[in-house]
């Protein structure tokens, strides 16, 4: 991957039952999930909630685990509380997982997800469907499950990205990895 510089604002809301056809179990509309927010945090504050991919390892969103390039805080953008993530030259994984202490989050109940971000600085000359210049200002992915055994095991999902070039819609298909 090529040396970029990125800023980023991210607020994820993730709402199932924004759709009228979305239902609960018993029949009735889906409440949506909001899986953070975060207007519960101080300005300048880390967003605690998330984990940190470090050496592989998910780590707590801490100081210590952050390369001297990389910067993740909350602040306030017009009224609205958001994720500001600045990194150069590589990239960066904040991971909130689907278990007691994350979010319960359950496909029957809730097929759809949303999200606003805005990228302030993207990278240049980046091309997503060219595995050369496949670079992204920001990226959201959502894991449906891991397959495989041991060392091989690999995530299936999708992921979404805050494309420099592409225009919206666009699917890159890379198959299996």
Known sequence: MRRILQTCLITLLAAGGLAGATRAQNGAPARP?????????????????????HDRQLMPLEPRFMRPKERFYVVDDGGNKVLR?????EAVHLTMANEPEGFDWDLRTHPRIRWDWRALRLPEGAHEDDDKYNDTGAALYVYFRITGFAMFRRPEGIKYTYSSTLPVGTVVDYGKL
């Not at 999930?33 to 991919?53: M, T």
């Open 33 to 53: 999930i909001v899986i953070d927010d975060f207007e519960s945090y101080e300005d300048g504050a880390l967003p605690v909630k998330w984990k940190y991919l």
């Open 85 to 89: 993530v600045y990194t150069e030259g």
